[in-house]
Nanobody, 119 residues
Framework: VQLVESGGGLVQAGGSLRLSCAAS????????MAWHRRPPGKARELVAA???????YYLDSVSGRSTVSRDNAKNTLTLQLNSLRRNDTAVYYC??????????????WGQGIQVTVSS
């Protein structure tokens, strides 16, 4: 399974960003998909996740201003993030796993994409 992120870049605080992840390969085996991020100098954290059953998870700090969605026909995962804050600055990673559990370790990872929020 290969995952390729797109849509990152430099955004002003208060703005919006849409990250996309294109999956290819043995995608039929994938169940849960997620966005993680690694802020500068900090540990990686799970930002949002969704499985084939439609169950979702959101990190508290993005809940209410973000939406994770997937298009199984197009094999894509999307994260819409609104009202961006400086502390949303991070490298964002797309990830996928074989099981449905949103919180377990993920099996496949993208290369990551930089998101920088400026004041």
């Amino acid at each position: 399974v290969q995952l390729v992120e797109s849509g990152g870049g430099l955004v002003q605080a208060g703005g919006s960003l849409r990250l996309s992840c294109a999956a290819s390969g043995s995608i039929f085996s994938i169940n849960a998909m997620a966005w993680h991020r690694r802020p500068p100098g900090k540990a990686r954290e799970l930002v949002a996740a969704i499985n084939r059953g439609g169950n979702t998870y959101y990190l508290d700090s993005v809940s209410g201003r973000s939406t994770v969605s997937r298009d199984n026909a197009k094999n894509t995962l999307t994260l819409q993030l609104n009202s961006l804050r400086r502390n949303d600055t991070a490298v964002y990673y797309c990830a996928a796993r074989l099981g449905a559990n949103l919180y377990s370790e993920y099996d496949y990872w993208g290369q990551g994409i930089q998101v920088t929020v400026s004041s």
